[in-house]
């Protein structure tokens, strides 16, 4: 009877280990688990300072939970990048499609994309609180009207109206699923080309953009998208 306490209460202290192990196991947060296992995904196993990032890419009004996954994977020495392209229907998944970059890429192009915060970016949602706080309006911006009277005179007139955001509810959503040795992550962007002409002096949806634009580069197969996906391959 002694035994069987203590073999309880040694099995009672176990067990917030356990539920901790099967909290940071990665398959159990991913964005699209279904999604992962149908393109034929691995999970990754990576040692230290190696790095997985997959960004997602969804487009509304499509089928299936995303249309293309961009895959990136650094080493000590190494750093690669493939994209799938996925083609679903009203049935649901049919196919992936892999492809390689036109140029061969290297750690200056993953030294680049830490440059824009690629392990560290926000979400969308915390940078869009701090963009357009609920607690204060809007900072007003000076307009100028001009105008020809009737009797020929000519008035220029100036007043100030509250800023505006705009809001885009539909198009091109890209959600980075981050993976380190020992840590997972997720951050997300809807349009992020439409919000930065909107906000070009925000600096996280320049990095957001920025990066989507170095890793549309290496996939074009134009002489002039090469020469530009190899200056940023260049140590």
């Known amino acids: 009877m002694g035994r069987l306490l203590l073999l309880l209460w040694f099995s009672l202290l176990l067990i917030p280990e356990v539920f901790a192990h099967v909290s940071s196991d990665s398959t159990v947060k991913r964005i699209f688990p279904k999604l992962t296992k149908q393109i034929g995904l691995k999970e990754p196993n990576l040692e230290a300072d190696e790095y997985e990032v997959l960004i997602w890419y969804r487009q509304g009004l499509r089928f299936g939970d995303a249309q293309a996954v961009y895959v990136l994977h650094k080493t000590e020495k190494l750093f690669t990048v493939v994209k799938y392209i996925i083609d679903s229907n009203q049935r649901g998944f049919q196919s992936a499609k892999r492809w390689k970059p036109t140029v061969t890429t290297t750690l200056a192009l993953w030294q680049r994309l830490l440059k824009q915060n690629i392990l560290t970016l926000p979400n969308e949602s915390t940078v869009f609180d701090r963009l357009y706080p609920k607690s204060r309006p809007s900072p007003p911006v000076d307009t100028v009207q001009t105008g020809m009277q009737a009797d020929g005179s000519f008035t220029v007139k100036g007043y100030r109206t509250e800023r ?56 074009r197969s134009d002489k002039l998208g090469k020469e530009q996906a190899k200056a940023i391959n260049k140590d």
């Open 164 to 219: 505006r955001r705009s809001l885009f509810t539909d198009g091109d959503s890209y959600s980075f699923e981050l993976f380190g040795p020992n840590n997972y992550r997720v951050y997300s962007y809807s349009n992020p080309d439409a919000y930065l002409r909107d906000e070009p002096k925000c600096e996280e949806l320049q990095n957001v953009v920025g990066i989507l634009n170095d890793l549309n580069l290496l996939f």
